[in-house]
């Protein structure tokens, strides 16, 4: 098992048992872990699927603390960086496309927490603007 999933899985006991800082700590040296190795195999669907999920675990962990504006800063970063992705022409299309799926999973618990936590008329009418977006975007594959 690597390391950043022993992190993950630490995490998530210490989660369990509601000890906030232990949790924290280990979700964000996955999360540092998780970065260098994606960063070097960005084409990987498994670290990206890690990547993002560690960053979903820390906006949760924030969330249940009462930190609303933190965990949804958490749900933003990796949601950013897969818009920036899928509209990157520098790119293999295999990463785009892994970029505008990620969107959809990024995408989802920001409308989510966004509705349980009252964001405004405005960031909620934009999200749910670019889920629509998002649901009509089909790759073509050749």
């Not at 995490?11 to 999360?31: K, S």
């Not at 966004?114 to 889920?131: D, F, I, R, T």
Request: net charge negative.
């Amino acid at each position: 098992m690597e390391v950043w999933q022993l992190l993950l899985q630490k995490g998530n006991f210490h989660f369990n048992y509601e000890n906030w800082y232990e949790a924290e700590e280990c979700y964000q040296q996955a999360l540092e872990c998780l970065e260098q190795f994606w960063l070097a195999d960005m084409e990987n669907s498994t670290l990206l699927l890690a990547w993002i999920g560690s960053f979903h675990n820390l906006a949760v962990l924030y969330e249940v603390q009462g930190k609303a504006q933190l965990a949804f800063k958490y749900l933003q970063i990796p949601h950013q960086r897969m818009m920036e992705l899928s509209r990157c022409n520098d790119i293999s299309q295999d990463l785009q496309l892994m970029a505008l799926t990620a969107i959809k999973i990024t995408l989802s618990p920001m409308l989510a927490f966004s509705k349980k936590h009252k964001a405004c008329a405005g960031c909620l009418k934009s999200l749910q603007q670019m889920e629509a977006e998002v649901s009509a975007q089909q790759p073509v594959l050749h």
